[in-house]
C-alpha cells in the first residue's frame, strides 16, 4: 500500500528553536513536497523536490528550508521558529513524468510555536 | 502563474441528494491538469478524481465526476446521491502536465451533509 508517513503529528516548539520536519515515503516516488495549510488559505507549497538533493523554492518558502539526501526522505526546517508558523504541515510525494500523477499526502503535522 | 478560486466556504445538503462543488482557474500553460481532494475531519487528503485539459469527455470516478468546461475555466465536482460520509473539506487544485508538476490548491469547500 502507498505510503507516505510525517514523524510527527503534533508538536510544541518555542520562538528562535530549530525545527525539523520528517517525510518518508515508500513508493519510490520522485516528487516529493511540503505544504502548509491554514483556514481559509487552503493548501500553500512551500518547497518541491524533483530528486535527490534538488530543490525548488515554492510560493512561500521564507523561513523554511529543505533538504533530500535519500529518495524516500524530504526534511523541513524551520531555522527559527517563528509564532506566524503554527500552522499544520502536509508532506506529499508523487511519481514524474505522464500526467494526472496524484499525489499522495502524509497525515500531517500539526505545529504550535509559543 | 496558476490560480484556483472556490467561492463556496460551506455548503449544507441532505443525504441523497447531488452536490455540486465550484471550482474555477486560471492559467497561462496551455496544458495542465485539475484535481480534487477530500479532507476529512481527520486529516488525511484523499484523492478523488482528475481531468486533463486535454480530455475530451469529463472523468468519471464512480460516485464522482468532473464538469469541465473548458472555455469557462471552471471544473466542478458534482457528487451524486450524497452520504453522510461525503461530509469533510473539498479541494480543488490545479497544476502543469509536464515538469514538476506541483499542484496550486484552492481555499477549499466544506461539506455537510445531514441525515
Known amino acids: 500500500d502507498v505510503k507516505v508517513t510525517q514523524s510527527s503529528r503534533y508538536l510544541v516548539k518555542r520562538t528562535g528553536e530549530k525545527v525539523f520536519l520528517e517525510c518518508v515515503q515508500d513508493?519510490?516516488?520522485?516528487?516529493m513536497f511540503w505544504y502548509r495549510q491554514d483556514p481559509g488559505l487552503g493548501l500553500r507549497l512551500i518547497y518541491f523536490?524533483?530528486?535527490?538533493?534538488?530543490?525548488e523554492k515554492g510560493d512561500i518558502p521564507e523561513g523554511y528550508s529543505v533538504s533530500r539526501e535519500k529518495k524516500e526522505r524530504f526534511s523541513l526546517i524551520l531555522e527559527s521558529a517563528s509564532t506566524n508558523q503554527t500552522s499544520m504541515y502536509l508532506c506529499?510525494?508523487?511519481?514524474?513524468?505522464?500526467?494526472?500523477?496524484?499525489?499522495?499526502f502524509g497525515p500531517g503535522t500539526r505545529l504550535t510555536v509559543l | 502563474a496558476q490560480k484556483i478560486t472556490q467561492t463556496q466556504p460551506g455548503m449544507f445538503v441532505q443525504e441523497k441528494e447531488a452536490v455540486t462543488l465550484d471550482c474555477t482557474y486560471d492559467?497561462?500553460?496551455?496544458?495542465?491538469?485539475l484535481f480534487w481532494y477530500k479532507q476529512p475531519s481527520s486529516g488525511e487528503m484523499i484523492f478523488l478524481i482528475y481531468?486533463?485539459?486535454?480530455?475530451?469527455q469529463n472523468a468519471t470516478e464512480g460516485r464522482y465526476s468532473l464538469n469541465f468546461q473548458k472555455a469557462r475555466k471552471s471544473a466542478n465536482l458534482v457528487i451524486s446521491a450524497s452520504q453522510l460520509g461525503d461530509s469533510a473539506m473539498y479541494f480543488c487544485?490545479?497544476?502543469?502536465?509536464?515538469?514538476?508538476?506541483?499542484?496550486?490548491f484552492g481555499q477549499g469547500t466544506r461539506l455537510t451533509i445531514n441525515p
Open positions: 506529499a510525494s508523487s511519481l514524474a513524468g505522464g500526467d494526472g500523477n496524484e499525489q499522495f
Open positions: 513508493m519510490d516516488h520522485e516528487n
Open positions: 523536490s524533483y530528486d535527490v538533493k534538488m530543490k
Open positions: 492559467t497561462s500553460d496551455p496544458s495542465y491538469g
Open positions: 481531468q486533463g485539459s486535454y480530455d475530451q
Open positions: 487544485a490545479i497544476g502543469r502536465i509536464q515538469g514538476a508538476q506541483k499542484l496550486v
